[in-house]
């Protein structure tokens, strides 16, 4: 993870942002371009969970609350205040940051991450039962709608870009931008000496404060990050949906379904969210055919992969090249 990238790594990387920015220039399908755009949403949800529990070991339970906070903050002052789009979605991840960062204060003090778990999932609790009860504000269970789209603009060359339910497009490119910053963002963090510093936290905490490692900072700044990119995440969602609900935006589900993606496409690792978020999304989708017993090939499939690749599916490629170069030997 830390070792430089190769050059077949870096052709991978291109080759996967090339395939992924082409797609809507072969085909204009709204149903598949949505899809691809709620898969985007849930990786960088996905990676910054991951960068808490995957790298650092905090096992919280409570990241849909930063999700839901900044669906429904950047919705709310862009409702009430006239504010664009494009000012409250930061403004939004600033509010998530700061719950993190006041989540984050009293898990310095728990080293059990049982505790932790129950903390953060408590919290989020306590963040969907004050969004369904404040019904003059968010309107509860009821739906926050008539939520302001991204206003658009217009690009020397191709002309007017406009942000409607009818047209995918621009949607589509500003989340996948949205997905290369944040997961840019992830790696740059993760091979710097606070990486290393994160993963020795997760490893052997004790040991790691014994060698000057600031584990208070660490856990702050890991917090913060995640809780930044997650309220992004959520704020994006809501201007994209254009409808909120509590149990939608910090409905424990999501939760479930952001832990599964990360577990599938490999915990710990920098691709395995995104894969989990691809895959899970789509065989959501792919599924639904099934009615009610849906969930039950859902779960069925998450289960297989987890016995027979517990490091998760980004540990595939590496498993069948190490077999066949085996093999060839």
């Known amino acids: 993870m830390f070792l430089p990238l190769k050059p077949q790594h870096w052709a991978l990387i291109v080759a996967a942002i090339a395939i992924m920015a082409v797609i809507p220039l072969l085909t204009r399908d709204s149903y598949l371009l949505h899809v691809l755009i709620l898969s985007m949403i849930f ?71 049982p505790h932790v778990a129950i903390v953060t999932l408590g919290f989020a609790e306590i963040v969907r039962i004050v969004i369904s009860n404040l019904q003059s504000i968010t ?47 992830i790696t740059l963090l993760m091979r710097s000496k606070t990486g290393l510093s994160m993963v020795a936290m997760r490893d052997a905490e004790d040991a790691a404060e014994s060698l000057g490692v600031n584990l208070t900072k660490q856990k702050l700044l890991v917090f913060g990050v995640s809780a930044f990119l997650v309220g992004l995440a959520g704020a994006f969602y809501a201007h994209y949906i254009g409808i909120l609900t ?7 589900d999501l939760m479930i379904l952001i832990i599964a993606m990360a577990l599938v496409g490999g915990l710990g690792t920098l691709s395995g969210p995104l894969i989990g978020a691809l895959i899970l999304t789509v065989t959501v989708e792919l599924l639904r055919d099934l009615d009610n017993y ?36």
């Not at 509590?246 to 424990?252: D, H």
Request: hydrophobic content about 55%; cysteine-free.
């Open 43 to 113: 990786g960088i949800f996905a990676s910054a969970w991951n960068l808490v529990t995957g790298f650092a070991g905090l096992k919280t339970f409570g990241h849909h609350a930063f999700f839901g906070i900044g669906a429904y903050v950047s919705a709310l002052i862009s409702i009430n205040a006239g504010l664009s789009p494009w000012l409250t979605v930061w403004i939004a991840a600033l509010a998530a940051t700061v719950a993190g960062l006041f989540i984050g204060l009293p898990i310095l003090r728990i080293k059990s991450m």
């Open 139 to 185: 309107r509860g269970e009821l739906g926050l709608w008539g939520i302001p789209a991204f206003t658009g603009f217009t690009l020397p060359g191709l002309g007017k870009v406009a942000f409607t339910p009818a047209d995918k497009v621009p949607y589509y490119y500003l989340v996948l931008i949205l997905l290369i910053a944040s997961t840019a963002v």
């Open 246 to 252: 509590p149990s939608a935006a910090v409905g424990v």
């Open 294 to 329: 849906r969930l039950l090939v859902y779960g069925a499939i998450i289960i297989l992969i987890v016995m027979f690749l517990p490091r998760g599916l980004a540990t595939l490629g590496p498993l069948v090249m190490k077999r066949f170069g085996t093999r060839s030997q």
